[in-house]
């Protein structure tokens, strides 16, 4: 079944503007991450962020964690073409052994 | 100092033939997730190995599927009797012992199958 549940499912912005993606799930998590997949690639690790925390930062990315709402938010500040892709989150449960993804949002940047 | 190696990155089988998908993971990692992924959607869990072992199969088809982790050697998901609705992209990640990483998986490049 599905954990993690990425909103919006597709996300169109200019060369420079913010791209917010949020992502929401159903049971306790020991951890969530975000990955990027570019097109007919393999996914790439962004940032974990543990459970006991509320927000963490690397370089223009900042996410976020409510675990209270069972939510986290990926903020990518001043957007590149580059990063055009697929971003996902994925979960570890409390209670099992495996990080189960999302449907992932698909950002498109315009230069 | 690879990442996680997968081969081979296309492989096209005829319904009935079997496919064999490898994954070597990266240097340090003793376990082992293989996901499968259709196009325009997220990654479904399939199995989880440690060396020698199963640790999570729930993801895995009841029928001709199965997936290894020898002692020595890659990673392997077999593919039995292959039907079209196989045609996907199968990716193979590994990890460090689970909790002790700020760094989540590391993905191969994923093998695409196709069924003719």
């Known amino acids: 079944s599905q954990q993690g549940e990425e909103d919006p499912q597709a996300l169109s912005i200019q060369e420079g503007e913010n791209a917010t993606m949020n992502c929401s799930y159903k049971?306790?998590?020991?951890?969530l991450q975000w990955y990027r997949q570019n097109s007919g690639r393999g996914l790439v690790h962004l940032i974990l962020?543990?459970?006991?925390?509320r927000e963490k930062h690397s370089g223009r990315l900042r996410v976020t964690l409510d675990t209270s709402k069972k939510s986290s938010s990926l903020l990518i500040t001043a957007s590149r073409a580059a990063d055009t892709a697929s971003y996902f989150c994925?979960?570890?449960?409390?209670?099992?052994?495996?990080?189960?993804f999302g449907a992932g949002t698909r950002l498109f940047v315009k230069a | 100092n690879a990442g996680v190696m997968q081969n081979p990155r296309h492989l096209v089988r005829r319904r009935g033939q079997e496919a064999r998908l490898r994954c070597s993971p990266m240097?340090?990692?003793?376990?082992v997730y293989w996901y499968r992924q259709l196009p325009e959607e997220g990654l479904k869990f399939m199995v989880y190995?440690?060396?020698?072992?199963?640790?999570?199969e729930s993801g895995m088809p009841k029928e001709r599927f199965s997936a290894e982790f020898p002692k020595e050697g890659p990673s392997i998901l077999r593919i039995q009797q292959v039907v079209r609705g196989d045609s996907a992209a199968y990716f193979c990640?590994?990890?460090?012992?689970?909790?002790?990483?700020?760094?989540?998986?590391?993905f191969g490049s994923g093998t695409r199958l196709t069924v003719v």
């Open positions: 990640a590994s990890s460090p012992p689970r909790g002790t990483s700020n760094y989540g998986y590391t």
């Open positions: 049971t306790s998590i020991n951890n």
């Open positions: 240097k340090g990692h003793s376990h």
């Open positions: 994925a979960t570890d449960d409390t209670g099992g052994f495996k990080t189960i």
């Open positions: 962020i543990r459970s006991n925390e």
């Open positions: 190995l440690q060396k020698e072992n199963i640790i999570d």
